[in-house]
């Protein structure tokens, strides 16, 4: 059952709520930001609704139920816990309070003090009748849930009584016997869990705080001042109406609670708590007591009560209203309903809910408690800001997933100084950059603005000359051009230029001829410039060269009517010096070849002529004549 809820809008993870749940059923993640809720470790305590200062954490509520049941027409009973005497200093008679209740549409309205008296009289006989075996009173449902959830090896001490709450449902359906709703008014949060543990002739239907019958008040516009008095329904509880005090039922069950000779200890609050079950675990038997323990403060504090009250005032109030009772109190008829009722059986079984994990390795703890700057030594001690009672804890929580080391008072105050000389350091760089880029910045318009003067100018020149340009995209669309080359196109393009300046923007395939527009799709596919290339164009003949800009993407064109005179001058006179250039070149080359040529033949000649005198002196001398001289 879910019993508490949490409002991450409303959170401001302050992680008060962590730090006073007992069984720690409020985690914080390591990967998630807020508080998360373990409803099956949560024991119902309401300890974290009070702590809560923003409101974030709330209770289930069983209000609309209660008002489904009123609405109904089957008969209802309200049963009122004792502690509503403190619950409403404001209301100077019990007996308003009860017609109140009335008002609402219950038929009855009975008090569980009865039930604490039945109760009482079953752990009288325990403690009277005492065969070595001490229990832990079952009346608190925290407890109840505590031990089954996280010390499952005490169930067994647990009284097999049923709580005063039961016991009272199973009486008024006992005496009205009809088919009834029962409603539980009272201050306690996990009596809404306990209710849902019990069906047939101890079923209660509902479960509604204090603070949600204030609310149901306010609903009705029911008032004291506009009601009569009206006392509870029977049977008449008697001392039970001592219970929201801590040693009330002890007392209402006239139980001996001498110091020397007592043999049962009441204790509450959540530290209190908490302590009586370690102490009552390992030493019991040194101890030799029963323990009554209730988390709470008394009930009369409980968490469905009003946040304001005070604890001795309630104190006050109650005893105040237990004496005025007693004034008027007819024994005779109690004793009467208590044979009538004692009979009924107030027994009941636990179950082991074990929720404990499984203690991490040392190492892993180790490795926690070095992360959050912890030595081995040093883990037994703690400032308990982070909800545990030492470093070794909060060590051992990280490592079963239930908290983070976010929640180290000292760890996040070392992160946090390390942080600012971080953020301090990275401002710095941020500043210096931002100089940079206001630097940047200046140069940039400057060089903007000089960029946009060349533009101008350079659109101007262009402008001027009397060739025609243009410069167009990969998709043929004009991105710039100049009065002669729409001139050039004729009155098709002039008309254009009238809506669209410049023809930007225009597609240049449907101004111009295919052969024409071939030349610029070459020139951006090939990336190669065609130069002082002639076509027909009309009956115009322009000498066109197309050039690249930006690879595959811009390409201009520079274009030329031939039959403008000074174009045509200026083509004649290139054109003849090109071709005297082409023929000098030729007559150079002649000229080469021949001189190469008669080189050779000279050459040629001249061995041909040495060959031939040496030839000659051989036949002057010849071997015979020298022999004959000799």
């Known amino acids: 059952m ?54 974030a954490l709330s209770h289930i509520s069983d ?49 569980v003090s009865f039930g604490v008296d039945l109760i ?49 449902a199973m009486v008024v359906r006992e005496k009205y016997k009809t088919p009834l709703n029962v409603v539980f008014i009272g201050p306690c949060i996990s009596a809404k869990h306990d209710a849902e543990l019990f069906s047939d002739s101890a079923n209660i239907n509902a479960v509604i705080t204090f603070n949600e019958l204030r609310q149901l008040f306010e609903e009705n516009n029911i008032t004291e001042s506009t009601l009569e008095y009206s006392d509870f329904d029977g049977p008449i509880g008697y ?15 006239g139980i ?13 609050g959540r530290e209190n708590f908490l302590e009586a079950v370690r102490t009552f675990k390992t030493s019991s038997e040194t101890i030799r007591r029963h323990f009554d323990i209730y988390y709470c403060d008394g009930c009369q504090m409980g968490p469905g009560t009003s946040r304001d009250g005070q604890k001795y005032i309630r104190r006050t109030l109650t005893t105040d209203y237990v004496n005025k009772r007693l004034k008027t109190f007819d024994k005779a008829d ?35 408690l070095k992360v ?49 000389k971080t953020l301090k350091t990275t401002n710095e760089k941020l500043a210096r950059t931002e100089s940079a880029l206001k630097d940047s910045e200046l140069r940039a318009r400057a060089e903007q603005q000089a960029a946009q003067e060349a533009s101008e100018i350079i659109t101007a020149m262009m402008q001027k000359l009397p060739s025609g340009i243009v410069i167009v995209n990969d998709e043929m669309k004009i991105l710039q051009a100049n009065m002669t080359f729409i001139d050039l196109l004729g009155e098709d393009a002039q008309m254009i230029n009238e809506v669209i300046p410049g023809l930007v923007g225009a597609d240049l395939k449907s101004l111009i001829p ?20 002639d076509t027909r164009f009309n009956e115009t003949l322009l000498n066109v060269s197309v050039f690249t800009i930006k690879k595959g993407k811009i390409v201009g064109a520079v274009i030329r009517d031939m039959y403008v005179p000074e174009v045509r001058k200026e083509q004649i006179l290139q054109r003849v010096n090109e071709a005297i250039t082409e023929n000098l070149e030729m007559v150079q080359k002649i000229g080469f070849l021949l001189g190469d040529g008669a080189a050779k033949v000279e050459k040629m000649l001249n061995s041909i002529v040495q060959t031939y005198a040496n030839e000659r002196n051989d036949e002057q001398h010849l071997p015979g004549d020298d022999d004959e001289t000799l």
Not at 39 to 45: L, V
């Open 239 to 253: 001392t039970g109406s001592l219970y929201p005090l801590c040693n009330g039922l002890v007392q209402a069950a």
């Open 120 to 168: 009482g009289q079953i752990y009288a006989d325990l403690a009277q009748n005492f065969k070595g075996k001490y229990h832990l009173l079952s009346n608190c449902p925290s407890l109840v849930s505590y031990i089954e959830k996280f010390h499952p090896d005490l169930t067994d001490n647990l009284a097999p009584v049923v709580n005063p709450m039961i016991a009272t």
């Open 63 to 111: 209000i609309q139920k209660a008002r489904e049941i009123l609405a109904s027409e089957t008969p209802s009973v309200a049963i009122v816990d004792p502690s509503i005497s403190g619950e409403f200093p404001d209301i100077t008679d019990y007996r308003k309070f009860v017609t109140m209740i009335r008002a609402l549409g219950f038929k009855y309205v009975n008090e």
């Open 334 to 368: 109690w004793e009467a309903d208590i044979d009538l009722y004692k009979s009924l059986d107030f027994t009941r079984s636990f179950k082991n809910d074990d929720q404990r994990i499984p203690m991490p390795p040392q190492d892993k703890i180790n490795e926690v």
């Open 256 to 268: 001996d609670d001498s110091l020397l000779t007592g043999t049962i200890i009441a204790t509450e």
């Open 514 to 533: 295919f052969n024409f527009y071939n030349m610029f799709s070459f020139v951006l596919k090939n990336d190669e410039n065609i130069t002082n290339k």
């Open 2 to 55: 879910h019993l508490i809820e949490i409002d991450q809008q409303k959170c401001v993870r302050c992680y008060a709520c962590v730090r006073v749940c007992p069984t720690k059923a409020i985690a914080v993640m390591i990967n998630e930001e807020y508080p998360k809720i373990l409803h099956n470790r949560c024991i119902g305590c309401g300890g974290c609704i009070r702590s809560c200062s923003p409101s």
């Open 372 to 420: 959050i700057g912890k030595k081995e030594d040093e883990a037994h001690r703690g400032c308990g800001a982070c909800g545990y009672d030492s470093c070794n804890e909060l060590a051992i929580a990280v490592s079963k997933g239930l908290a983070k080391p976010e929640m180290c008072l000292t760890f996040n105050l070392r992160s946090q100084s390390e942080y600012i």
